[in-house]
């Protein structure tokens, strides 16, 4: 029994937190200007009706987990030869595989999964990029996505104000002034940790965003300005809320047959190897031992000579020069650049995408990304996937059919339960080793 009992305590916080959202109703009488309390029991039982879908794949994952235990299939899985032969493959020749696999892809896909996949593979270089602080150096960043609106916005204002900027031109200057910005930031940010640098990045995120739209010109306004700051206010002119339209040379156009969709994934794609093989490189070398030695024990590591404030340096001015990179892209991609790019919620996204994959591990990294991006955009489309298909008709129950159209609805609800399951039963994350679970559990 005391082993149940924190879980039935939560539960019953849980149903009494939710109890006046699910089974109770507001009744407004206008005749008497009241409001009433009513009680609403199909409010509820419709609310669970349409989570039903998440109870049976639920349902499914923990009967298959047993199984597990019962029959051992992991044990015997990683004890097979041939298995572990092909993990040593993968592990030193996996982007000969997978480049052509993902290069040829450009080819047979259509528009709209182009799009959707190259979305993909920014947050995943932007997961790689913030791997790299929090996972690696143990540094907590909550304004990530300021780098990345950086980047996305250095890009726009230099073709606004240069006759020819390609983004082929942009993306090395991004990235070497994304990295001269994290720097910067990182400078007066190496006395602080914790939640105090957490706040401190997540400052400068919102100072960034706010910049961007109040930097704007407005023709009807008279306040008498100083030659500086009208000449100021003349090139950071951002439109405000409205955003910057890219010039059409500045974005991925035609090549070699190619239209701009094919063009935008095959540079992502690139890109996001390159990115890939030089943070592995980085952190085999003794960089990255240099961070995981910060991570675990700061005090320690300058005690054994490790030069801590070069260290954290690096890893700053490297994630931000990830994350301005990334930003370029995206303006190259979409021709539209706007402040809500670097909003507080971006942030959360990407950490979200770190945690869930694992802290310190960059394949971790790409797969957070790649699962918190895909689900629920995939949840808006399976009720027409369902509906046009003939077999998925016969086998989904229609009252999981009926469900389907409301379970993007609850995306953001399933995802805070997702990553609450996560922190208790895998807190090292989807590929986190049992080396970082220890770390985490016993600090």
């Not at 990345?148 to 916005?153: L, V």
């Not at 690139?270 to 390159?274: A, K, S, T």
């Not at 930003?327 to 979409?334: C, P, T």
């Not at 339960?417 to 600090?443: C, D, F, I, N």
């Given at each position: 029994m005391a082993r149940w009992r924190p879980y039935l305590l939560g539960t019953l916080g849980l149903a009494a937190i939710t109890f006046p959202f699910l089974w109770l109703k507001l009744a407004p009488d206008f005749n008497n200007n009241t409001v009433t309390i009513a009680w609403a029991p199909w409010h509820g039982l419709e609310f669970f009706g349409d989570l039903s879908p998440v109870f049976v794949i639920t349902f499914l994952i923990w009967l298959g987990v047993q199984a597990n235990r019962h029959f051992g299939w992991d044990k015997v899985l990683t004890q097979n030869r041939a298995w572990q032969q092909a993990?040593?493959?993968?592990?030193?020749?996996?982007?000969?595989?997978?480049?052509?696999?993902?290069?040829?892809?450009?080819?047979?896909l259509g528009a709209s999964s182009l799009s959707l996949l190259t979305n993909v593979g920014i947050y995943m270089l932007l997961a790689l990029g913030?791997?790299?602080?929090?996972?690696?150096?143990?540094?907590?960043?909550?304004?990530?996505?300021?780098?990345?609106?950086?980047?996305?916005?250095?890009?726009?204002?230099?073709?606004?104000?240069?006759?020819?900027?390609?983004?082929?031109m942009a993306c090395p200057l991004a990235f070497a002034l994304g990295g001269g910005a994290g720097y910067l930031l990182g400078l007066p940010c190496l006395r602080l940790r914790g939640d105090y640098l957490a706040i401190v990045t997540l400052g400068f995120a919102e100072a960034f965003r706010e910049l961007m739209r109040n930097l704007s010109v407005d023709e009807t306004d008279t306040t008498p300005h100083g030659p500086f700051v009208r000449e100021l206010i003349q090139i950071f002119n951002t439109s405000g809320d409205k955003g910057i339209i890219l010039n059409d040379s500045s974005t991925f156009g035609k090549v070699a047959g190619l239209n701009s969709g094919q063009v935008a994934y095959i540079v992502m794609a690139?890109?996001?190897?390159?990115a890939v093989f030089l943070v592995q490189r980085l952190f085999h070398s003794p960089v990255g031992r240099a961070w995981i030695a910060i991570r675990e024990n700061e005090v320690a590591a300058a005690s054994v000579g490790v030069p801590v404030v070069q260290m954290k340096l690096l890893a700053f001015s490297?994630?931000?020069?990830?994350?301005?990179?990334?930003?370029?892209?995206?303006?190259?991609?979409?021709?539209?650049?706007?402040?809500?790019?670097?909003e507080f919620q971006q942030s959360i996204m990407i950490l979200a995408m770190v945690i869930l994959g694992g802290l310190g591990n960059s394949y971790g990294a790409l797969l957070g990304a790649a699962l918190l991006y895909l689900v629920p955009e995939?949840?808006?489309?399976?009720?027409?996937?369902?509906?046009?298909?003939?077999?998925?008709?016969?086998?989904?129950?229609?009252?999981?059919?009926?469900?389907?159209?409301?379970l993007a609805d609850y995306r953001l609800l399933?995802?805070?339960?997702?990553?609450?399951?996560?922190?208790?039963?895998?807190?090292?994350?989807?590929?986190?080793?049992?080396?970082?679970?220890?770390?985490?559990?016993?600090?």
């Open positions: 993990g040593h493959t993968w592990t030193h020749y996996w982007a000969w595989g997978t480049m052509p696999l993902v290069l040829s892809g450009s080819l047979f913030l791997n790299i602080t929090v996972g690696m150096t143990g540094l907590l960043v909550l304004g990530y996505a300021g780098f990345y609106g950086f980047g996305a916005y250095f890009f726009a204002l230099a073709q606004q104000n240069l006759p020819y900027f390609p983004w082929w690139l890109v996001l190897f390159l490297l994630s931000a020069a990830i994350a301005a990179v990334a930003g370029v892209i995206y303006g190259a991609k979409d021709g539209f650049i706007s402040p809500s790019i670097c995939y949840l808006k489309f399976l009720p027409l996937m369902i509906q046009d298909n003939a077999l998925l008709r016969t086998i989904v129950p229609s009252f999981m059919r009926d469900s389907f159209q409301h399933l995802f805070g339960a997702v990553m609450v399951l996560m922190m208790l039963y895998r807190p090292q994350g989807l590929l986190g080793s049992r080396r970082r679970k220890t770390e985490m559990l016993h600090p």
